[in-house]
């Protein structure tokens, strides 16, 4: 039976839900009130005769009768009905302070966000400054505690995991010395979300064990094989006890994935307890190249080492453009002349804006007028900062059917167009893959942006057939967007390898709002070097004059 510590904590969340529709005000703080009431009343309302509970001061018949039916039943419908029909990433924003019910109905209803990872990256995008009563500071105060609520869940991006990560190891090797580590797993693997940071080691497990304790750690698991704790970071911190002679064995083990340990036993019929000091003996009993760890994931890249003595991966210096930014004409942060100065600072040779278009009310997106003012904004800087170019482009919404967000005579003049898809994100495959394609079909698109719109750790994304994605965009010249936000890195590096068999360009964009999303273009990089992309197939490695020809046909490919 429930508890009076129960039954208000359901009014009270009864009382914000309704606050989060927008209802009616005053049953949401006739709920309230019965909430407070409740939790400080002295005996329990389990243990007083029906007739009475009515009769406590501030809880009418209405209230008496949702109590009773906690008690009788342990539910209360009219919750559930609001929980039903409440996203339960809406929900879950009550964890996070500074955010109240109306500031939730605010950011749910008009900027359609669904999830805490969704609001982050509104934060991030410097959009909740565009929303009546939120101004920066309530913006930041709102990513910080956003940025605590998740740390504490213990599943982390690349990102948020790197540095703490890297520090971690740094103390390792420093405090032990006349012992070896080594960083393994996911995070060597350079896998997009991780849930630990793993070692091997040959320090005793006594010794590891009692600095842990000695640090207040919990010990989760240990024995013979791997000590595994966590500490107030809330990561898990896990090692494996290996020894010198068998360190390279281990190494491959933990560095691989478990598709790529059975490939490579079945190709070279390696034994997994065969000593081996490290791990490139074991390429070269295998006579292949060494293959890095990020790319053991699948069998094939075992064919591709067979057939090719160097595969090189393409680097954070192969960028030479920023393509995907956005100014303070939308949603950005910086104006053109502050991100095009610390474009040309990093030593980069060109600039893609692509601000929001005009369906993207909630990003301040351009209408006609302002883009063409734009454009004479951009013109002048051009004159300017000549030999470095800021090219006139759009993140053009891809509306409901398919279309683009402006007319020809708009789009024409743009040097590129990055289509994307930012609302009604809740769709069946069929109506992705009709919006998509239709886009992709569209004369005037030269990128598919964020292909899934998925966020890590928040949204999935909406469902589609990346087969039938990456052969419309083959056949009609369109580039996929690798897109380098970390929240983001979208399209999945999973259908990289498929998209350049079908000669389909990538282009690794920070889609930054902001100068130091300009950095952001290394994620992309670490996903991409899991695939076969090299330079030349990425958009933003093109040199200035290899992106004015790629501008070049596109103009041409809309005049077909």
């Known amino acids: 039976m429930l508890d009076n510590y129960a039954i208000a904590d359901n009014f009270s969340l009864l009382s914000k839900l309704i606050e989060i529709h927008g209802e009616n005000s005053f049953k949401a703080k006739s709920y309230a009130t019965a909430a407070y009431i409740i939790e400080k009343l002295p005996e329990q309302l389990s243990a007083l005769p029906e007739e009475k509970i009515s009769s406590i001061k501030g809880i009418g018949d209405a209230i008496a009768l949702k109590i009773k039916e906690q008690l009788a039943t342990g539910n209360l419908k009219i919750l559930n009905d609001y929980l039903q029909k409440t996203p339960a990433g809406v929900v879950e924003m009550l964890h996070i302070k500074g955010l109240g019910p109306k500031k939730i109905h605010s950011i749910w209803k008009q900027l359609e966000i669904e999830s805490i990872g969704e609001l982050l990256y509104a934060c991030n995008e410097n959009r909740l400054t565009l929303l009546k009563g939120f101004g920066a500071k ?61 070692w091997i080691t040959n320090t005793p497990s006594s010794i590891l064990k009692t600095f842990f304790t000695a640090n207040n750690y919990k010990v989760e698991i240990e024995n013979d094989e791997q000590l595994t704790v966590r500490g107030s ?23 691989s994935s478990s598709t790529f340990i059975n490939a490579f036993k079945t190709e070279f019929q390696w034994i997994e307890n065969k000593v081996f000091e490290d791990e490139a003996t074991i390429f070269q009993t295998a006579g292949i190249p060494f293959i890095p760890a990020c790319r053991r994931e699948n069998a094939n890249i075992i064919t591709h080492y067979k057939l090719h003595k160097d595969l090189p991966s393409i680097k954070e210096n192969d960028i030479k453009g920023i393509i995907h930014c956005h100014s303070n004409w939308s949603d950005g942060v910086h104006t053109l002349e502050q991100m095009a100065n610390a474009a040309i600072k990093k030593g980069l040779e060109y600039m893609v804006i692509s601000d929001h278009s005009k369906s993207a009310f909630y990003a301040n997106g351009l209408t006609e007028e302002r883009v063409l003012a734009q454009h004479e904004a951009i ?91 990456i052969e419309a965009c083959a056949k009609n010249n369109v580039v996929i967007e690798l897109n380098a936000h970390p929240r983001r890195l979208d399209i999945d590096w999973r259908y990289i390898d498929q998209a350049l068999q079908n000669n389909v360009l990538i282009s690794i964009d920070p889609d930054a709002h902001a100068i130091d999303g300009f950095d952001d273009c290394k994620y992309g990089i670490l996903v991409a070097q899991k695939t076969l992309l090299t330079p030349q197939q990425n958009l933003s490695s093109f040199s200035l004059q290899q992106f004015e020809a790629f501008v070049a046909q596109q103009h041409k490919k809309r005049n077909i």
């Open 138 to 198: 309530t913006q930041e105060s709102i990513k910080e505690n956003i940025d605590y609520y998740l740390n504490n869940q213990g599943h982390y991006l690349y990102q948020q995991a790197e540095a703490y990560i890297q520090a971690f190891h740094l103390k390792l090797t420093t405090t032990f010395q006349q012992y070896r580590f080594e960083l393994t797993g996911a995070f060597i693997r350079q896998l997009e979300t991780v849930d630990a940071a793993e």
């Open 233 to 255: 970071e809330n990561i898990q911190l896990i090692f494996y006890f290996v020894t010198n002679e068998n360190w390279g064995s281990k190494a491959f083990i933990h560095n």
């Open 379 to 469: 013109d002048a800087l051009n004159k300017q900062l000549a030999p470095f170019k800021i090219f006139k482009s759009i993140e053009s919404d891809i509306l409901n059917d398919g279309a683009l967000d402006y007319p020809n005579e708009i789009l024409q003049r743009f040097d590129i167009v990055i289509a994307s898809i930012h609302s009604n994100l809740k769709m069946s495959e069929e109506k992705a893959m009709t919006r998509l394609l239709n886009a992709i079909q569209n004369p005037f698109t030269s990128i598919l942006g964020h292909l899934t719109g998925r966020l890590l750790l928040s949204r999935k994304g909406y469902p589609v057939d990346h087969s039938l994605i």
